[in-house]
């Protein structure tokens, strides 16, 4: 049975491990499934890798055999990388669905590619986040970064992968994910013209304008990095029209584009741009839940809300998730209504992130500070108004998901955002949940959600208040509408939808192969000016 003739609704696993039997699925991504990490008692301890990511993948790869490519993060990741047989590690241990391999950067490499250009560059640019009258300013430090470190460690990935290809019989599938690697599709079609290759970008991508901030060199790369993909997917429709623009502007790769089939044609190949939102495994979310950790800070919260309300936000401390503006609404909201003193807690649980980054450092500082302005200023013996808690803690946050009232998700922007998709699903108390426009998932859960544009913090205030005084019987309505929504799309329906993307490009090779036919003539270069 063909991929294409299943029904995505009733698929079973066996039919795609029936499928996937003569394939070999490898999946390449900055940051790991498991990050080995030394516990303080001196033994090495095994971490789930933090974000949307793994959340994703790790569920959709259950039961494929595949390998999946990191970057080893930690020196204990290396040095378990390399003790390994065969240098891969079985997912999980005792029963291994899928495969683990490190690439080891050398650290000033890593430290390029990672620090200057994804997290300060590509991340910042794909959220709209640039201060342009100040920041960034690419200066040779940057230009250097790109060649050394950014190409260097795109390259790696590409070598690592062509080595799996090469170990195997199997036809290989191969999935890219995120702007860490947008260059690495071109450095393994030097070496394997025909492998079908899928990129997966999980940020935003923004419009042309906006691109054109990106020196015309690395715009260049990106671009024909990218478009050596067979199939380019995007979490909406609207960040891969706006992938399509950027091509159709012509002045950085030579390309023409089909607006209808959304294809992109650059030289002899065709790339199809597609869009598929991400979404979670909510099945396996829900065995998490019936952890001995989970029951314990759960019990914890219900104990710090007592008879009161729980607001909840679980993000990393990250610019585009805009906590301080949650704080600053939360503050809005109870100077103007003294009526809620006491009787709601507004729980930030937050994970650290890219603290070797001086911004990101600077925000922890201000997210604490405003904490505690705000406690001072509010609080009483009895109740503290926030509760801050910045711990890299999974079970925590799915005990947070399963017990608020409210849930706050304003981020400026972001690519999807899986914690609304998480919390729809977990909690247990038909909480409501406020969620920015500018989130990839407001496009699914627009009516499902109380809606706030992530800047306005009165309006922000305004939602907090409503979602706490809503109806129960509205309360119990979006709840249910969210939940719904969420479980009718799963992370296997996201990454099938991939292979299925993979396997019609195949057929299509297949068929002008057969009927010999010749690529026509590119069009003309087309110049924006
Ligand atoms: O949003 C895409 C994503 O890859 C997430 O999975 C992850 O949270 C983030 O970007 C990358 O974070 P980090 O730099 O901590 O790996």
Not at 213 to 230: C, E, V
Request: aromatic share 10%; with cysteine.
């Amino acid at each position: 049975m063909e991929l294409d003739e299943l029904d995505l609704e009733t698929i079973t696993p066996r039919q795609v491990r029936q499928y996937l039997k003569d394939k070999y699925v490898i999946v390449a991504s900055n940051r790991g499934p498991v990050e080995f990490r030394r516990a303080p008692d001196g033994s090495i301890k095994a971490y789930r890798g933090a974000g949307g990511v793994v959340t994703a993948m790790s569920t959709a790869l259950t039961a494929t055999d595949a390998v999946w490519i990191s970057t080893a993060r930690t020196r204990e990741d290396a040095r378990i990388a390399h003790e390994t047989s065969h240098q891969r590690l079985g997912m999980p241990p005792e029963r291994p669905q899928y495969w683990v391999k490190y690439i080891t950067p050398e650290s000033t490499e890593y430290q390029q590619y990672y620090n200057v250009i994804s997290n300060s560059l590509l991340w910042p640019l794909q959220h709209y986040l640039f201060d342009v009258t100040r920041k960034p300013t690419v200066d040779e430090t940057v230009h250097e970064a790109w060649v050394n470190g950014y190409r260097k460690v795109n390259r790696l990935f590409a070598d690592e992968i062509v080595k799996e290809i090469h170990s195997s019989d199997k036809k290989p599938l191969v999935f890219l994910q995120d702007y860490h690697l947008f260059l690495c599709a071109h450095y393994i079609r030097r070496r394997e013209p025909d492998v079908l290759i899928h990129h997966f970008t999980h940020s935003p991508w923004v419009q042309s304008d906006y691109l054109r901030l990106l020196p015309q060199a690395m715009r260049r790369d990106l671009l024909q990095g990218m478009l050596a993909n067979d199939v380019l997917g995007f979490h909406t429709y609207h960040y891969a029209n706006n992938f399509l623009h950027c091509c159709r502007e012509g002045e950085a790769v030579r390309a023409s584009v089909d607006f209808k089939r959304r294809v992109v044609r650059h030289g002899e190949r065709e790339t199809y741009v597609r869009h598929y939102p991400i979404s979670i495994d909510h099945e396996a979310l829900e065995r998490i839940t019936k952890r001995q950790e989970v029951a314990e800070y759960r019990a914890r919260f219900l104990a710090l809300a007592q008879d009161r309300k729980l607001l909840v936000r679980v993000d990393r401390v990250e610019p585009s998730k805009n906590i301080l503006r949650g704080l600053q609404a939360f503050e809005h909201f109870l100077r103007r209504h003294p009526e809620w003193h006491n009787r709601v807690i507004f729980a930030n649980v937050l994970y650290p992130s890219r603290l070797e980054l001086a911004e990101y450092r600077d925000l922890k500082r201000q997210v604490e500070e405003l904490s505690h302005a705000i406690n001072r200023e509010y609080g009483s013996l009895e109740w503290d108004p926030v509760y801050l808690d910045i711990e890299d803690n999974y079970p925590r946050s799915v005990a947070a998901l399963l017990e608020f009232d409210v849930l706050l998700v304003n981020p400026v922007i972001d690519g999807m955002n899986l914690v609304s998709k998480e919390g729809a699903v977990l909690n247990t108390r038909d909480g409501v949940i406020i969620l920015s426009v500018a989130a990839g998932a407001y496009q699914e859960l627009r009516n499902a959600v109380i809606p706030v544009n992530p800047l306005d913090v009165a309006e922000t205030a305004n939602a907090i208040h409503r979602a706490l005084t809503l109806s129960e019987r509205k309360r119990k309505a979006m709840a249910k509408a969210a939940r719904e929504t969420v479980q009718a799309n799963t992370s296997f329906k996201w990454f099938l939808r991939q292979m299925r993307a993979l396997r019609l490009v195949e057929r299509q090779r297949e068929e002008r192969r057969r009927e010999k036919e010749p690529f026509p003539p590119l069009p003309r270069y087309e110049s924006f000016d």
